[in-house]
């Protein structure tokens, strides 16, 4: 059984900064892309960045040059540092792998349970 566990959200004033993380576990045999979305009220769930398991990279136009994703394949785990945050910045965040089993013989989405972030002062 793969699970996706996500942490560090909170509340942060507006220009602050926020880690978030996400630890795959479970019998997993490898791990493809893995990537950070995010659900505001009202609104659909939006990529926010991904990261593929060579490393490259790709963000959102509203986040880049302020949010940056990295991933430690050692450990099965995404991060997601967010500088410079605004209100509009503001959702629930959630982790996504595509991985495979060790008791499957293709790859699936996986998700995280979702962790708030809201920017406001």
């Known amino acids: 059984q793969v699970q996706l566990v996500e942490s560090g959200g909170g509340l942060v004033q507006p220009g602050g900064s926020l880690r978030l993380s996400c630890a795959a576990s479970?019998?997993?045999?490898?791990?493809?892309?893995m990537g950070w979305y995010r659900q505001a009220p009202g609104k659909e769930r939006e990529l926010v960045a991904g990261?593929?398991?060579?490393?490259?990279?790709n963000y959102a136009d509203s986040v880049k040059g302020r949010f940056t994703i990295s991933r430690d394949n050692a450990k099965n785990t995404v991060y997601l540092r967010m500088n410079s945050l605004k209100p509009e910045d503001t959702a629930v965040y959630y982790c996504?792998?595509?991985?495979?089993?060790?008791?499957?013989?293709?790859?699936?989405?996986?998700w995280g349970q979702g962790t708030q972030v809201t920017v406001s002062s």
């Open positions: 990261i593929t398991s060579g490393g490259t990279t």
């Open positions: 996504n792998a595509d991985l495979r089993g060790y008791l499957s013989g293709t790859y699936y989405d996986y």
């Open positions: 479970g019998s997993i045999f490898s791990i493809n892309a």
